[in-house]
């Protein structure tokens, strides 16, 4: 399987910052990459797909990037609902998807 | 809008069986490959199992090869997942998922324990 690793593991930010996350593949995979937000509680709710598409409904200052191996997740000005865990996907290997880690976002 | 909603979680004993619904709404069901992912507590997301949406074919991941079977009817607009021979690592919270070029639109979770 396509293993996926996501850094950094969690980072504390304030309301207003720009946040990075990055995530990447054991092989490239193209631009086969979903960005994942999940708040605790709650299940995950889809932010980008293909790499750099936003998802109908989700506010622009999400963003993605990346193509191959290497792919970047960008919160252009980081807002108080933001406060979450985010998760890459591959789904390149269909159907043997897999996950990153995950990032927690936090003050 | 798309619903999903899980349902038929609880706390069952290692070895024993539970089977999990998911009622759909808001879009044609039966055009869409649909899957079972889950999220054990505290842990990261992992992909279960899939089924296309004639039902025609079906995929498991290994850890439950054998154990689970994903189906489907189509005419009542629901998603199965029977689950049989339960470990203790299979407790997580259960997720149905509409699928889309690989991507995941998600249903709110069941909760499975597995426990003496």
């Known amino acids: 399987d396509i293993q996926m690793a996501q850094s950094p593991s969690s980072l504390s930010a304030s309301v207003g910052d720009r946040v990075t996350i990055t995530c990447r593949a054991s092989q490239t995979i193209s631009r086969y990459l979903n960005w994942y937000q999940q708040k605790p509680g709650k299940a995950p709710k889809l932010l980008i797909y293909e790499a750099s598409s936003l998802q109908s409904g989700v506010p622009s200052r999400f963003s993605g990037s990346g193509s191959g191996t290497d792919f970047t997740l960008t919160i252009s000005s980081l807002q108080p609902e933001d406060y979450a865990t985010y998760y890459c996907q591959q789904s390149y290997s269909t159907p043997r998807w897999t996950f990153g880690p995950g990032t927690k976002v936090d003050i | 809008e798309v619903q999903l909603l899980e349902s038929g979680g609880g706390l069952v004993q290692p070895g024993g069986s539970l089977k999990l619904s998911c009622a759909a709404s808001?879009?044609?069901?039966?055009?869409?490959?649909m899957t079972w992912l889950r999220q054990a507590p505290g842990k990261g997301l992992e992909w279960v199992s899939v089924i296309t949406g004639s039902g025609g074919s079906t995929y498991y991941a290994d850890s439950v090869k054998g154990r689970f079977t994903i189906s489907r009817d189509n005419s009542k607009n629901m998603l199965f997942l029977q689950m049989d021979g339960l470990r203790a690592e299979d407790t997580a919270v259960y997720y149905c998922a509409k699928e889309v070029f690989g991507a995941f639109d998600w249903g709110q979770g069941a909760l499975v324990a597995v426990s003496s």
């Open positions: 808001g879009f044609r069901f039966s055009d869409y490959t």
